[in-house]
């Protein structure tokens, strides 16, 4: 019991005797839960103390930052997979908060769409390094890399440590672009064009030069004007 009983009456059987009183006390029996994490800097423990018999104790385990709570172990065996666990105290008991690493994916993909190629995506452990590099297919150059819209990089490797899911974008841009990045608008018409190929711009241009896409010049003419037509009626079909 928990409290302490009164008991009257007692006498040897037989005999006649003097009634006394006889109090009989009883202690509470408590018992020490203790908690540990594993890893040491997996997580934090709280509930953890001494506890009379029969009383509850509850247990919460908090993952630290890059890992993921597991279970609750006690003697090897799994007692739990919440976070936040109950029980009943009737001896005392070591328990284990288990945690492991959290995984994360690094993905990596090419604008504009097969571009080039990209190396070094996949699941990384909390912490560890990740290096991407994406390799430009013929007639393209590299520009940047981005994450979530913000350029991160302007080198083709890129070395960082992973903390959390991301989603990288190499952008690169066709080298067979018909205008430069210069600001002026180029529409080119017909295409393909068998007889006449018209060039219009939004700004004067002083000369006009046309290459074949493996590099080749195969017309130059002089413009200081918006729009020129050329006869390509001698160019090799497909040029």
Not at 56 to 65: G, M, N, Y
Not at 163 to 175: P, V
Not at 193 to 202: G, P, V
Request: charged fraction near 20%; hydrophobic fraction near 35%.
């Amino acid at each position: 019991g928990y409290e302490h009983y009164e008991i009257s009456n007692f006498c040897k059987p037989g005999a006649y005797s003097r009634l006394r009183t006889l109090v009989a006390n009883f202690s509470l029996i408590s018992y020490d839960i203790t908690a540990t994490s594993d890893p040491v800097d997996g997580g934090t423990i709280t509930g953890a103390g001494t506890y009379n018999h029969f009383f509850t104790c509850t247990l919460t385990a908090t993952a630290s930052e890059g890992y993921s709570f597991v279970n609750w172990t006690k003697d090897g065996v799994v007692m739990s997979t919440n976070a936040s666990y109950s029980f009943m105290v009737t001896e005392n008991a070591a328990y284990v908060a288990n945690f492991t690493k959290s995984i994360f994916n690094i993905t990596a993909t090419t604008d504009p769409e097969g571009s080039g190629d990209i190396e070094g995506a996949g699941s990384f452990l909390y912490g560890e390094t990740c290096t991407l590099t994406v390799t430009p297919h013929d007639d393209y150059k590299f520009i940047n890399w981005t994450l979530n819209d913000q350029v991160v990089s302007e080198e083709e490797s890129i070395t960082f440590v992973v903390t959390a899911d991301a989603a990288y974008i190499a952008h690169l841009e066709s080298t067979e672009d018909v205008a430069e990045q210069t600001g002026i608008s180029v529409s080119v018409y017909p295409n393909p064009a068998k007889e006449k190929l018209t060039i219009e711009t939004s700004e004067l241009v002083k000369m006009y030069e046309i290459y074949t896409i493996n590099g080749v010049l195969v017309s130059k003419q002089r413009g200081g004007t918006d729009k020129i037509e050329i006869n390509v009626e001698s160019f090799a079909a497909g040029t």
